[in-house]
Structure formats: C-alpha cells, structure tokens
C-alpha cells in the first residue's frame, strides 16, 4: 500500500519548461532527465533540476531517444555546482495524446535505471506527460520485493505538489 506521505515536489518553472518542449515537439514525444534530492528517504523527493532532449535528440511518435552525450555532460555540470548535493533522480517524457501511465516499455526502463550501477539511483522517478493540455504523474521504482519465488520491482505512484 502507498504511503499518504509519498510525494514529488516540482517547481512550476520546471513543469511549465517540460509543458514547453512537449508543445514544441507535439505530436512527438520528448523528455530528458531530473536532478534533485530525497528530502525523507525515498518518500519525499525534491526536483531541482530539470534536463531536455538535448540538441541531437530523435523526437518520433511513440518513442523518444535522448542526446545521451549532452544529458551526461549536463548532469556532471549541475551536479557539480549543487555542490554535489542535486543528483540523478530519473527522466521524464511526454506521451503525447495518451495518458500518463507508464508503457511497458517505461517499467523496463525503471527498473534498469534502477539497475544500473553508474546512475547511482535504486529507487529512481519516471515523470510522465500526458496531453495536451498536459497532465503530469510521477513514479517511483520500489526496492525489489520478494513475491512467492519472484522477485519483483514495482513502479509506485507519488503525489505531485507543483510549487513556486
């Protein structure tokens, strides 16, 4: 069950940035990354920073694929000058004309951020677009849970403040 206290914190500026790129790229889906911190472990997380697409990004109907080398670069920059306090939270993407649930495609992807080692992040966020006018949801990758003999990550529903 979901804890009533489990929420992401957005700053308007940052929802209206992504509303932006999900216009300008609308019918096609966009996205990027976040930075930002766990204000209660792994309950309460706090968005800083907001990443785009990045200049050599593929924006198609159904899917979206990242200039990886600009978001890394971005990343160790703002990193670095949040005094290595913001880091790598998770993504977030658009899908345009649909809703903001996550595709299967968005749980693999959740759970291999999870995953993977180099991002640093167990328990990462996916933010999802839907529109326009757009709505936002925001998840979370559970720790892995052992369910019978599976074992199992789930992706989590946060409530989302957008605040000034």
């Known amino acids: 069950m979901q804890n009533q206290t489990e929420i992401a ?10 509303t932006i790129e999900a216009d300008r790229t609308f019918p096609d889906e966009t996205g ?3 930075l930002g911190y766990w204000a209660k472990p792994y309950s309460e997380v706090v968005v800083t920073q907001l990443i785009g697409p990045g200049p050599r990004a593929i924006h198609k109907r ?19 000058e949040s005094g290595h306090l913001h880091v ?16 299967p495609k968005d749980h693999r992807t959740l759970d291999r951020i999870a995953e993977f080692p180099e991002a ?9 677009l839907s529109g326009p006018p757009w ?14 003999a599976t074992l199992l990550r789930r992706a989590i529903p946060l409530a989302v ?3 000034t």
């Open 9 to 18: 914190w957005i700053p308007e500026k940052m929802f209206e940035a992504m």
């Open 32 to 34: 990027g990354v976040l």
């Open 62 to 80: 159904n899917r979206f694929i990242p200039d990886s080398d600009y978001q890394e670069e971005e990343i160790a920059r703002l990193y670095k």
């Open 88 to 103: 790598y939270l998770g993504d977030w993407h658009t899908h345009p004309g649909s809703t903001a649930y996550l595709s």
């Open 120 to 128: 640093r992040m167990p328990v990462p966020i996916m933010v999802v």
């Open 135 to 148: 709505s936002i949801k925001v998840w979370k990758a559970s720790p892995i849970e052992c369910v019978g």
């Open 161 to 163: 403040q957008i605040y």
